[in-house]
């Protein structure tokens, strides 16, 4: 009979599993609360899998949180941010590779900070106006989660 509860929990019990969509949107210019983030999202993730559901993310980035999709953000970023920015880079490089995280990065943004997109990291797409994939991002029923 024990078995038989086994057997019924694991073809049944995650029938009912959620999916947890969200969408992380930044704009900040902190780059220790930019590390703090990247790393929160991945933790979000890891929590709500533990829990048996599914986790499907997307982050868009514009103002001064793009630098770090930069292959050569040293040429931007101030050298004290430089230790957070090289591990939120580090993390969204986890998330997008490992973990499925969608990335979008502004074209406006990359503009304004004279980032070109061959220095783009190869897994981040570019919109010409995040905003939009934000909005688009949220009428499909993804959670609107804000780094300001």
Known sequence: MKYLFILFFILFGTLDAKEYKAVFDCSSGDARYIKTRMWLIGQTMTMIEKRGDKATFAITLHGSC??????????IVDDTDMPDIQK?????????????????????????????????????????????????????????????
């Open 66 to 75: 793009v630098p770090m999709v930069s292959k050569t953000y040293e040429d």
């Open 88 to 148: 939120a880079q580090d993390y969204l490089i986890h998330l997008a590779k490992k973990r499925d995280v969608k990335v979008v990065a502004c074209a406006m943004s990359l503009k304004s900070k004279a980032i070109e997109k061959e220095d783009v990291l190869d897994f981040v797409k570019i919109s010409p106006n995040s905003f939009i994939d934000t909005i688009g991002y949220q009428n499909d029923g993804y959670a609107l989660m804000t780094f300001k």
